[in-house]
């Protein structure tokens, strides 16, 4: 399936299964409180369903009556939904419940919902425990379990509608294969291995094939999908093979194997009226990207708003300990390499950068970048902002100015970057910089190969997504408040 369609349909999904979760929270609440009211409750139902029946068309008599039915069992608590509907889909995407074959086996839908319903109980309880709310503790245990009922439930009646003969026409696409022998052996034996979406149909030789012989079987057999493997085909056969597909109203794909890219993804666009093939290192120009944006914005916001005592506090120490400006300035590799000026709170001597060289023998990262443990430059009291990351806080200022980024790769030096030995290592510069990332949760103390430090930065940028960001932030809520900033 194409990576569009398939972000369609767990979009789908992810509304489905929010829905399903706030009707397990709701659940929860009537077997915690109304179960014996729920049962006299359908009775008056049924009564109020017979009127409608006799037709007894009083508009507002039966309004009312359906809301005073209905309003003894919606709980008080009733902003836990607004939390639940859009919370639950984010920790299943993170559980990678979305990324399994639709017929994966069972006990691992199982094991998947059980740790996600696990999550989001436990998280409902701490929420609901932090902020105070009177909440019944029963409930929220309870939540968990109704949720995973449901929720296996609903997987259980997907697979048996897939299974169906009409979801079986809905669900799976016939598909031919068109190009050289070799390139559609390749391409059957890889639908094989887990596309079961795709039902191949045939394959032909596209160097051996007439338009009228495609025509032949498209009409025999109602193909959905032809797939172009176009690796070792001339692009003359390529074009006939697609107008006859265009005839016939048929979708075609064409994959682009004669060119070969490594870390790019590519993606078909318009320009001006051409189709134009795009590889893209990092993540495209999407409704999640531009959200993303608005979270950096409103968050820098919150951040330096919730930050700023302790910045007042920080600036005052930094003034009064040692002679020298307050914040630190250095320009640093911003999106592309563009340069900007980050800033930081001092927590070195002065004239730090120019003691770097003499330190030069106590690096303990290799590549080009400097950094040691226990840097005889740091202040004391900047051994104390470093270790709770105050140190960082001006950039918050950097981020509303969308220099950086909440969540990105951490901005290098530019003297750094352009001492990069390996070009491919430059790709970490496709997105903007943040203020956090993986490596920074990921033990940074104990990362001293640049290497591994790259590769987590080009994992991030494979993987991003909204939901990979909210983790990224989770956890380093939790390295900040253990002090495990830099040393």
Not at 142 to 154: A, E, I, V
Not at 182 to 193: A, C, K, N, S, V
Not at 246 to 253: A, D, V
Request: charged residues 25%; proline residues 5%; aromatic residues 12%.
């Amino acid at each position: 399936m194409l990576r569009r369609d398939r972000q369609l349909r767990v979009q789908v999904y992810q509304f489905i299964d929010g829905g399903v979760f706030a009707l397990g929270l709701w659940l929860a609440h009537l077997i915690r409180f109304h179960w014996g009211e729920t049962v006299a409750m359908w009775g008056r139902w049924a009564v109020w369903l017979g009127d409608l029946i006799g037709l007894d068309w009083s508009g507002a008599r039966l309004l009312t009556r359906a809301v005073d039915q209905i309003k003894p069992f919606v709980p008080e608590y009733f902003w836990l939904f607004l939390v639940v509907i859009p919370m639950t889909p984010l920790v299943l995407e993170w559980q990678g419940f979305y990324e399994r074959p639709v017929f994966s086996p069972m006990r691992q839908v199982a094991w998947q919902l059980g740790k996600s319903c696990c999550i989001c109980s436990v998280g409902l309880i701490l929420m609901v425990f932090m902020l105070k709310v009177e909440a019944a503790r029963g409930v929220l245990v309870l939540f968990g379990f109704c949720s995973f009922g449901l929720m296996f439930l609903k997987e259980e009646l997907l697979r048996a509608a897939y299974r169906t003969k009409l979801g079986q026409a809905q669900f799976r696409r016939r598909v031919i294969l068109l190009g050289v022998a070799e390139d559609t052996r390749r391409l059957r034996e890889e639908i094989g291995q887990g596309m079961q979406e795709l039902e191949v149909w045939g394959e032909f030789d596209l160097n051996h094939t007439s338009k009228e012989d495609l025509a032949e079987c498209f009409h025999e057999n109602a193909i959905n999908t032809v797939v172009i493997a176009a690796r070792h085909t001339l692009f003359g056969q390529v074009e006939e093979a697609i107008h006859a597909c265009e005839l016939e109203g048929i979708e075609t794909w064409l994959l682009a194997g004669f060119l070969k890219a490594q870390g790019s993804r590519p993606s078909v666009d318009d320009f001006h009226g051409r189709p134009v093939l795009v590889f893209r290192s990092g993540p495209e120009t999407t409704w999640p990207r531009l959200i993303k944006q608005v979270m950096d914005f409103l968050g820098g916001l919150v951040l330096l708003a919730v930050f700023s005592p302790f910045m007042i506090a920080a600036a005052i120490l930094i003034k009064s300990t040692s002679p020298g400006p307050v914040f630190f300035k250095q320009q640093r590799a911003g999106l592309n390499g563009k340069p900007f000026v980050m800033y930081k709170f001092r927590s070195m001597v002065t004239d730090a950068e120019q003691l770097q060289g003499e330190l030069a023998a106590l690096n303990e990262m290799s590549g080009p970048v400097f950094k040691v443990s226990k840097d005889p430059r740091v202040t004391p009291v900047g051994r104390w902002l470093r270790k709770f990351s105050i140190d960082e806080t001006p950039q918050l200022f950097n981020v509303l100015r969308f220099e950086m980024s909440l969540v990105g790769p951490r901005p290098l030096p530019v003297h750094e970057v352009q001492r990069f030995d390996d070009l491919a290592d430059r790709r970490r510069l496709s997105v903007r910089p943040g203020l956090t990332c993986t490596w920074q949760v990921s033990g940074r103390n104990d990362v001293t190969d640049f290497k591994d430090w790259v590769r987590l930065d080009l994992e991030y940028i494979d993987h991003w997504s909204l939901g990979l960001d909210c983790r990224i932030l989770w956890r380093t809520i939790w390295v900040v408040l253990l002090g495990k900033g830099a040393r």
